[in-house]
T-cell receptor, first 107, second 113 residues
Framework: KNEVEQSPQNLTAQEGEFITINCSYS?????LHWLQQHPGGGIVSLFM???GKKKHGRLIATINIQEKHSSLHITASHPRDSAVYIC?????????FGKGTKLTVNP | DVKVTQSSRYLVKRTGEKVFLECVQD?????MFWYRQDPGLGLRLIYF???????EKGDIPEGYSVSREKKERFSLILESASTNQTSMYLC????????????FGPGTRLLVL
């Protein structure tokens, strides 16, 4: 059983659309991270959440600790947002990763 | 800015060869990690280290070993490469008492023939 489940696995959108990616987890955590991986491999951290909501530009991340659920939203999506988005939960000093959501934004 | 570098971007090896993948970070991070990433399986932890000469097995340590002789350097060793070890290998580092944010290297795409 995966401790971190993401949905959807794949998502195709038109430029300008509002995007939501969901993450559910089944264990107690210290924090939840959202990461982005562009084609070519490089992974960068987008957000760290332990409660509430964070916003960075067009990206918004929320977490509901009681429900064990987090969402990543992208407003006014753009082709350059095309990437794999990965949810990860912090357990002790290790991150446990979801399998990622591949987002394609068409012009 | 944190920088994590890996010794090679692409590597081709033959079955049975010993393979060394090196990772170096320049931010004095205590924690270092080796992952492999395969389509449909996501990132899986092979080994991690939270101090020099310390190592702990991750989820898939079989067929791998690691070495951490200096704080900034964490090596992954494939003792006898096999075709099922063809994968993307990613190294990461983080602070011991941080918020868990990991900084990733660019990855090494290994092909074992």
């Amino acid at each position: 059983k995966n401790e971190v489940e993401q949905s959807p696995q794949n998502l195709t959108a038109q430029e300008g659309e509002f995007i939501t990616i969901n993450c559910s987890y089944s264990v107690g955590i210290s924090a939840l991270h959202w990461l982005q991986q562009h084609p070519g491999g490089g992974i960068v951290s987008l957000f760290m959440l332990s409660s509430g909501k964070k916003k960075h530009g067009r990206l918004i991340a929320t977490i509901n600790i009681q429900e064990k659920h987090s969402s990543l939203h992208i407003t006014a999506s753009h082709p350059r947002d095309s990437a794999v988005y990965i949810c990860a939960v912090l357990i002790w000093r290790k991150l446990v990763f979801g399998k990622g959501t591949k987002l394609t934004v068409n012009p | 800015d944190v920088k994590v570098t890996q010794s090679s971007r692409y590597l081709v090896k033959r079955t049975g060869e010993k393979v060394f993948l090196e990772c170096v970070q320049d931010m004095d991070h205590e924690n270092m990690f080796w992952y492999r990433q395969d389509p449909g399986l996501g990132l899986r932890l092979i080994y991690f280290s939270y101090d020099v000469k310390m190592k702990e097995k991750g989820d898939i340590p079989e067929g791998y070993s690691v070495s951490r002789e200096k704080k900034e350097r964490f090596s992954l060793i494939l003792e006898s490469a096999s075709t099922n070890q063809t994968s993307m290998y990613l190294c990461a580092s983080s602070r011991f008492q941080g918020d868990g944010t990991q900084y990733f290297g660019p990855g090494t795409r290994l092909l074992v023939l």
